[in-house]
């Protein structure tokens, strides 16, 4: 196992993702090949806009360079120079009873220290109780193929990473988040390339189940308005989104996983037992298996 295998795993997975949403949905995608003007390397874009996924993001990157005093201080490791190879997908569906999701698959190198790290998150705008429980259920199923405690720890690590502080809010209904999984284990890169393996059949459940129910302006305005959130996280406290920004990675690349649209209104809160006051109860960390 070594890094150019990761990278050429990671970029299969990339493929694997961007077909499958483009046989699902129709649509083609823009590819972006870019390389990264601080070191070596580079990567792909593939953005889906304008059909029923709004804007989706399906990135690749392989690059290596220096990292910054600042960031050098923030993850483990000695020396500045690095190696980093990833898979980032941000889907946000034009439907607002089908939520938005977020899946991160990535290898870092720091001198001797190699480690794998990612996550799967979702945000929903309308709840569907049962279609949330199922989706924990997959992922536990997942995680109980490699370690029985995966599950439990990287979901609460989700639940807390995902916290929007300023809000007193978690982003979403939670999923896993790991890091510093043991890079030289062949076990950990098998569980890594299952999440991303996995992550299309995940979204395109609550895609196909959902993206038929007609919907509201009142309804979509409520996604956009929610929208807002996913970009408070992701410019204030998102670790991926500020290691890109730290490293000169590039910006477009970066910021493909903010919503196409997002709005914020003065001090609204939704209508007392209505549809949209329903989220609220679920923004927090919740047992769903249990």
């Known amino acids: 196992m070594n890094r150019e295998k990761i990278s050429i795993l990671f970029k299969d997975i990339q493929d694997n993702i961007s077909d499958k949403i483009k046989s699902a ?9 870019w390389n990264y003007g601080s070191g070596k390397g580079g990567g792909r874009t593939r953005i889906f806009s304008n059909g029923d996924i709004e804007k989706a993001g399906v990135n690749f990157s392989s690059l290596s360079g220096n990292l910054s005093e600042k960031i050098s201080n923030k993850i483990k490791g000695s020396g500045k120079a690095f190696f980093a190879t990833g898979v980032s997908v941000v889907i946000h569906p034009k439907n607002p009873f089908v939520p938005s999701i977020h899946m991160n698959i990535r290898y870092l190198e720091r001198n001797n220290k190699r480690w794998f790290g990612g996550g799967i998150d979702l945000t929903p705008y309308y709840i569907s109780k049962k279609d949330i429980i199922d989706y924990h259920k997959k992922l536990k199923t997942i995680c109980d193929k490699y370690d029985d405690s995966f599950y439990f720890n990287f979901k609460k690590q989700c639940d807390d990473y995902f916290y929007i502080k300023h809000r007193k809010e978690t982003r979403g209904v939670g999923g896993l988040f790991f890091d510093n999984l043991d890079g030289e284990s062949t076990e950990n890169l098998n569980f890594v390339e299952d999440i991303g393996r996995n992550f ?16 509201s302006n009142k309804e979509k305005k409520f996604q956009t308005y929610r929208r807002g959130r996913y970009v408070e996280f992701n410019l204030v406290y998102d670790r991926g989104t500020l290691f890109g920004l730290e490293t000169n990675g590039r910006i477009e690349s970066i910021l493909m996983s903010l919503p196409p649209t997002s709005e914020w209104i003065y001090n609204w809160s939704p209508e007392i037992n209505s549809e949209e006051s329903k989220l609220y109860k679920f923004l927090k960390p919740i047992d769903w298996l249990k």
């Open 25 to 33: 949905t129709g649509q083609n995608y823009l590819e972006d090949k």
């Open 200 to 215: 299309s059949q995940i979204f395109l459940t609550f895609f196909n189940k959902n993206n038929s129910i007609k919907f």
